[in-house]
């Protein structure tokens, strides 16, 4: 990676994107885009359910959730009204190993957004009266997601993959987490955890990178540099977990394997899922859902995380014929595992290049690879590395992945309504 500054620990850059590290720690990220007429900034911070303890679990969404809610500069009104008057679009997530807070508008109002999102993230007030309002919405929230199989499903999924370690813990907490968190708390882990070296501020428009730098370090260089925020990677442990659902009428089911986690730079587990059932034309779906009609909805994706990576497939299906959506899915998965057909690898390959090069032209998508590409690799992958790679996965490196999941033990979860005699069923299938 070609430096931009004689310190080559402090600047890099490669294609468009220039990475500065302050000397607290904070990486301001600029892609620059000189044509544009809009800009795009999200502060990143490596502060996610992964890293709370259980009587912590999610924390870091109500912090999310209360950024919005005052500063020591702003109200709640006036933090709209900013916004607003600017007519930027704000928001925020929280995930798994980071929370995102964005502001995207004119380019013209940059520096605006990384002095707004500098008050928001780092001077939060969390005002009583605002966390107990708040408190309500966020508790709607996980009613809303307890009533929504397929968010059941992925959770009961994740304990069955990682048991109690802090990686299957849901973002969103526990309802007595939920209920009991208060300001002093909330403070207490702010200061913990925004910290320089878990921060990242990022720009995507027209504003030239030492532009970028000294915004960045007039807003963000006066924090402490802290300590990395890290966890212990899980182990997988696989299993069966069912929840019924008296009055469904479908089955919902999310089942997998364990695959390679980001840090590995390995695409295999990315083109063996678009073989297996990225689009019509794959073997998942054209066998199970078009032809045989096992399932309403079916697919498989191997996005790749920082702890540790899933082969997933999805269903929604009748209950009367889940065991046989089962039985043909492990059949299909060691057909994959006998031989790959060149034109289901060309298809794969395809469909992830395409769609990397869709995702080249969403700048808040941009911002966020780069950053997670910085919390766990320590740099930005190219275009070109990422394309490389995916290319590079030949058939029998896809047959092989397919063979390695199938020696994992299994994970599966079933919600809704779920057929007597399911569990023993699958124990049986997945041992043969």
Not at 160 to 187: K, M, Q, S, W
Not at 239 to 248: A, F, Q
Request: net charge negative; with cysteine.
């Amino acid at each position: 990676m070609p430096s931009t500054s004689s310190n080559a620990a402090h600047t890099v850059q490669i294609d468009d994107t220039t990475v500065h590290r302050l000397p607290n720690g904070v990486r301001a990220v600029t892609i620059h885009q000189p044509a544009a007429a809009g800009a795009s900034v999200s502060v990143f911070v490596r502060s996610g359910s992964q890293h709370e303890r259980a009587t912590l679990n999610g924390i870091s969404h109500v912090i999310e959730h209360m950024a919005f809610k005052g500063t020591v500069a702003r109200n709640c009104q006036q933090i709209n009204l900013d916004a607003e008057r600017l007519g930027a679009e704000v928001n925020a997530h929280t995930d798994r190993d980071h929370t995102a807070y964005q502001m995207r508008g004119l380019a013209a109002d940059t520096h605006a957004f990384i002095d707004m999102l500098a008050d928001l993230v780092l001077k939060p007030t969390f005002p009583a009266a605002e966390l107990e309002r708040e408190r309500q919405v966020i508790l709607h929230e996980l009613t809303d997601l307890e009533d929504d199989a397929y968010a059941v499903a992925y959770r009961l999924f994740d304990g069955a993959c990682y048991g109690l370690h802090p990686f299957a813990r849901p973002v969103i907490g526990t309802r007595r987490n939920i209920e009991r968190f208060d300001r002093d708390t909330l403070i207490a882990h702010v200061q913990a955890r925004y910290t320089g070296c878990n921060l990242i501020v990022a720009v995507a428009g027209p504003m030239p990178p030492e532009e970028v730098r000294a915004a960045v370090a007039a807003a963000f260089g006066h924090l402490p540099e802290g300590t990395p925020n890290t966890v212990e990677p899980p182990t997988w442990r696989g299993g069966i977990r069912i929840k019924r659902h008296s009055g469904s009428s479908q089955s919902q089911l999310v089942m997998g394997w364990p695959a390679p986690a980001l840090a590995t730079q390995d695409a295999t587990a990315q083109v063996a899922a678009a073989v297996f059932g990225e689009g019509m034309s794959s073997p998942l779906l054209d066998e199970l859902r078009e032809r045989r009609g096992l399932a309403y909805h079916v697919s498989a994706n191997a996005d790749p995380l920082e702890l540790g990576s899933q082969f997933v497939i999805e269903a929604a299906t009748g209950s009367d014929q889940l065991a046989e959506f089962l039985a043909e899915t492990m059949r299909l998965l060691r057909l994959q595992a006998t031989r790959i057909e060149p034109v289901d690898l060309e298809r794969a390959r395809k469909q992830l290049v395409v769609r990397q090069l869709h995702a080249l032209e969403r700048p808040l998508r941009r911002l966020e690879d780069a950053a997670i590409d910085l919390f766990v690799l320590g740099r930005v992958r190219s275009a070109a590395d990422t394309r490389a790679a995916i290319e590079a996965v030949d058939a029998e490196a896809v047959r092989a992945c397919f063979a390695g999941l199938l020696a994992q033990p299994v994970a599966l979860a079933v919600t809704g309504k779920v057929p007597t005699g399911l569990r023993e069923r699958c124990e049986a299938l997945f041992s043969a």
